[in-house]
Structures are given as structure tokens and as C-alpha cells.
T-cell receptor
């Protein structure tokens, strides 16, 4: 069965520290898609990244980077030089290729608090 | 930039009352979704809608729930007889395709439903 696990419930760091948010997924599909969303205190879901299962290249976007490793079924997210504005709940999500609807399966979320 | 719009942003209703949550998806999108997030918990898939019919629904989406696209632009979620446990943030999302090919699903800002 499909599942996304974010074992870290809450992380607290001081501004400018690097922080990594872990995501482990389970799926029987060979084709699947992984996502990260940010949910700031205002409540909306902000898309950050999508990765497909055939592309294991790591990606960097500014202070954000993602490490996708199929061997460990992980899709970890690192924020470099964290800022107070990064404080939010971060969700990892999975969409299976066999799904004919594209529904997302979310992890429990990791609450990141960045202190000044 | 096109966006998914949800109204109202906050709805308070008495237990047992019917409530309709409204969404205007992005105009050229074909797939529509409702997700639910109980306070402090993960985002859960409720239902997907394509070609004027439900394409998939979760166990949460029981007979008390229904969806409709009444006029080709709005996409609504109706809860017939609300219960206290229906209190949650409800997110509408839309995608030009199944959300797992070339793009992600775009989420609205959410409607917070409070059942008293």
C-alpha cells in the first residue's frame, strides 16, 4: 500500500542554520511522483517541487535542495541558511502512476520553527 | 497568474445543518479534487472529479458528501448533515491533467469549516 512517512514531527533551529526534513515513501508502482508543499501559518498549501521516479538527480533552487534516493525510498528536503520566514509546516506527498486520478497521498507533515 | 479560488474562507455551521463549500478551479483544468485537513493533522484526499463524474473517492467521502460542477466553472462540495468531526480545513485543487504528468495540482487557499 502507498504511504508517506515524515518521522520528524517538529524541528526547531536558529536562523542561518541548515535543516533537513526527512521523507520516506512506500509504493509498489515503478512510476510515481513525489512532491513537497509548504503550509505557512496562513494555511494555504504552497507547491515547492515535483519529482518523477525516473529522475534521481538532486535539485537545488536557491536555498532549497532535494535529495531523491530510490534505494532508500527517500526524498529529503534541505533548507540552507534558514530564515524566520521558512517557519511553516512542510508536507511530503506521493502520487502513484497507476492512479487514474492523480490524487496525492500526504505525509503527516513536519513543523519547522526558525528562531531569530 | 491563474489561481484556484475558494469561498468562503471560514464557515461556521450548526451540527446537522447542510453546508456547501465553493471552489472556482483554474479555467482550462480538467481534474478537480477536494482534500481535508483536520486541525494539526495531515492533508487527506476526499474525492477527485473528471468529465462531470467522480473518478475516485476515499473512505472519508461517505453518503453525507457530494460534489457537483453545476455551471462549468464552479466546483462544490456539499455536506448534508454536518457533524462535529467534519470541522476541518477543506482544500480544493485542480489540475490540467492527472496532476502527475507535466504539472502539479494547484490548491486553493482553503475553507475552514467549524461545526458547533
Amino acid at each position: 500500500a502507498q504511504k508517506v512517512t515524515q518521522a520528524q514531527t517538529e524541528i526547531s533551529v536558529v536562523e542561518k542554520e541548515d535543516v533537513t526534513l526527512d521523507c520516506v515513501y512506500e509504493t509498489r508502482d515503478t512510476t510515481y511522483y513525489l512532491f513537497w508543499y509548504k503550509q505557512p501559518p496562513s494555511g494555504e498549501l504552497v507547491f515547492l517541487i515535483r519529482r518523477n521516479s525516473f529522475d534521481e538527480q538532486n535539485e537545488i533552487s536557491g536555498r532549497y535542495s532535494w535529495n531523491f534516493q530510490k534505494s532508500t525510498s527517500s526524498f529529503n528536503f534541505t533548507i540552507t541558511a534558514s530564515q524566520v520566514v521558512d517557519s511553516a509546516v512542510y508536507f511530503c506527498a506521493l502520487s502513484e502512476g497507476s492512479s487514474n486520478t492523480g490524487k496525492l497521498i500526504f505525509g503527516q507533515g513536519t513543523t519547522l520553527q526558525v528562531k531569530p | 497568474e491563474p489561481e484556484v479560488t475558494q469561498t468562503p474562507s471560514h464557515q461556521v455551521t450548526q451540527m446537522g445543518q447542510e453546508v456547501i463549500l465553493r471552489c472556482v478551479p483554474i479555467s482550462n483544468h480538467l481534474y478537480f479534487y477536494w482534500y481535508r485537513q483536520i486541525l494539526g493533522q495531515k492533508v487527506e484526499f476526499l474525492v477527485s472529479f473528471y468529465n462531470n463524474e467522480i473518478s475516485e473517492k476515499s473512505e472519508i467521502f461517505d453518503d453525507q458528501f457530494s460534489v457537483e460542477r453545476p455551471d462549468g466553472s464552479n466546483f462544490t462540495l456539499k455536506i448534508r448533515s454536518t457533524k462535529l468531526e467534519d470541522s476541518a480545513m477543506y482544500f480544493c485543487a485542480s489540475s490540467p491533467n492527472r496532476g502527475d504528468r507535466n504539472t502539479e495540482a494547484f490548491f486553493g487557499q482553503g475553507t475552514r469549516l467549524t461545526v458547533v
